[in-house]
């Protein structure tokens, strides 16, 4: 009888077994899972608990204190499944966004408690807590619980980075937060599917996905997303791999005929301009490539520096530039290494983690790169949401390798006193930013305000202040006193942008409030003209022809 000669891949070093893979790694039980899960939400919770604090600001006015629809409470729910997003805001001017999810949050909230700013902050905050701990979660089960240690260093890193201010301490970022929380749920759902099967599994990780692409159209990438992580990092059962590859298709179909047939009526005449998107302007495309790459540039500064932050980074804040400008040349360069840098290891182990968080940074910020397509704003802090997940976790793996050096638990990352003197003080110096950033949110005022004096360059920060102080209510001495402050900040935006319509219109109604009449229909007439859709003008020049 011959005897079966053992594989020398069994084997180390003077005969001794080598453990199969995953083998002799302690795992967290589920009592120390829950643990490090409360750990990261007390985080979350203390990064963002002076929010609650925080009034209505920006983009609060179109989603909630402006919207019919939402102010209908339950009773609208109706309407926002079969309506534009900002329908409730402009139903004359809708546009072609369809994100009912975060308006049936606020009309549940408005329900409850109307205008109190307080429960909608909450609800953003326990969202975000969620999506912290979702994410934990994912990443956890994504290396199988190989990489604990880096997956829970990348969730703190991400619960506290400024950066994510602009989504949770505005209210109407809910939508984000809650696309963020199903898109992760939905990966958490098919790894469970894929590991016990279950048509009920199956079934609830795309509903899932189909809850987080109707909060906002972010999670699109997704649909490559899921099944290169089941072919790829989990690709242990085929089969299964295919019918959630197929179930993310339908579901992004599905979502997208929906989409079709209930905005099919809408048309919008809204158009988007240089004061919204620098990049719409007609441009050489050596000088639209260069900015673009400039502003991919500013993301990483903003990513490893996060300061100053600002709610708008609109034209004259980020310049046209060309391709020898050093800032390009340096985005260029380090994209460049990115890129080559997670393919070459992607070549080595198709399970490599850091090519994971590179190319998951690379593929979520590509969306919003304004290359495929121009999306609302030229730069925005709320787009780098997903993204940061790949550089939270790519820090992570590098603080993991540099604090642990092979002393891996599952909370060996509480116990290293090497790796605790590394992210103590990076987590503290994120806090004491976010904190500080969540107060500037208070209203639109302090928020203007503050961002006006790091961003002094910014023409719509100018409008933004202005156009605030002529919406204040008071009595006629106060809207007096307010139009005369208004009138050099909107005189400053035109200045630094001479096409700026709607600064127009607002320095012609202040001059109209003033009863200096021929100053009023001046800047009135010169929003027509270039705006000639400007509806607003158009209404406030009627009635300066027929006063008395």
């Known amino acids: 009888m011959s005897k079966k000669i053992p594989d020398k891949k069994q084997y180390g070093p003077a005969g001794t077994v080598r453990p199969a893979e995953g083998v002799g790694k302690k795992r967290a039980a589920p009592g120390t899972r829950s ?22 600001a920006l983009d609060d006015n179109q989603v909630i204190l402006r919207n019919e629809v939402v102010k209908k409470g339950f009773a609208g729910f109706h309407e926002i499944f079969t309506t534009p997003y900002h329908y409730g805001w402009n139903a004359l001017n809708a546009d072609k966004l369809y994100r009912p999810l975060s308006l049936v949050v606020f009309a549940s909230v408005y329900q409850l408690f109307e205008l109190n700013p307080m429960p909608y902050h909450f609800v953003n905050l326990l969202l975000f807590a969620a999506c912290v701990v979702a994410l934990f979660s994912c990443l956890d089960k994504i290396f199988d619980g190989r990489r604990k240690n880096a997956a829970l260093i990348a969730s703190i890193l991400f619960a506290l980075h400024p950066i994510h201010t602009e989504v ?16 992760f749920l939905s990966i958490h759902t098919f790894m469970g599917y894929l590991r016990t099967g279950g048509a009920g599994r199956l079934l609830a990780g795309g509903m899932c996905l189909l809850l987080s692409i109707f909060a906002k159209e972010t999670s699109y990438t997704f649909l490559l997303i899921i099944p290169l992580l089941f ?62 790459f400039y502003i991919l540039g500013y993301y990483i500064r903003l990513l490893i520096l996060p300061w100053p932050l600002s709610c708008d980074y609109s034209i004259h804040t980020v310049t046209y530039v060309g391709l020898t400008n050093v800032g390009v040349i340096a985005s260029l360069l380090g994209y460049l290494f990115l890129a080559v840098y997670a393919i070459i290891r992607f070549r080595k182990d198709h399970k490599d983690p850091y090519a994971f968080g590179i190319f998951f940074y690379l593929g979520n910020l590509f969306l919003f790169s304004n290359i495929p397509f121009l999306v609302g704003s030229a730069m925005a802090e709320r787009f780098l949401f997903f993204s940061s ?9 590098l603080i993991e390798h540099f604090g642990l050096r092979g002393r891996e638990t599952p ?47 910014d023409a719509r920060l100018h409008y933004f202040v ?16 307010n139009t005369l402050a208004a009138i050099p900040l909107l005189q400053q935006a035109i200045d630094i942008h001479p096409g700026y319509a709607k600064a127009e219109c607002d320095l012609g109604i202040a001059y109209a409030r003033l009863a200096q009449f021929d100053s009023g229909e001046k800047h ?25």
């Open 389 to 397: 997940v790949g550089y939270c976790f790519a820090v992570a793996l």
């Open 168 to 183: 949770v301490a505005n209210i109407k970022s809910c939508d984000e937060l809650l696309c963020f929380l199903f898109a």
């Open 411 to 457: 909370t060996s990352v509480l116990r290293s006193s090497k790796l605790l003197a590394i992210l103590i003080p990076v987590s503290i110096f994120y806090l004491a930013l976010t904190i500080s950033r969540n107060a500037d949110w208070i209203d639109d005022n302090t928020l203007y305000d503050r961002d006006l004096k790091h961003m002094p360059s």
């Open 524 to 548: 009135l007439l010169r929003a027509l003209q270039l705006d000639p859709t400007a509806e607003l003008a158009m209404g406030d020049l009627m009635q300066l022809y027929f006063i008395p």
């Open 231 to 292: 072919f790829i990092y989990r690709n242990e059962h085929r089969r299964r791999a295919l019918y959630i590859t197929g179930c993310t298709f339908i579901i992004g179909l599905c979502c997208l005929l929906v989409r079709y047939f209930v905005l099919y009526d809408y048309h919008t005449l809204s158009h988007m301009d240089v004061t919204e998107n620098l990049l719409v302007a007609p441009l050489p495309f050596d000088t639209r490539l260069a900015t673009i």
């Open 35 to 56: 643990y490090l899960w409360l750990l990261l939400a007390i985080v979350a919770v203390i990064a963002y608990a002076n929010t609650l604090n925080n009034g209505f």
């Open 466 to 481: 202005g156009d605030a102080l002529m919406n204040v209510q008071g009595t006629r001495e106060e809207t007096h006193e």
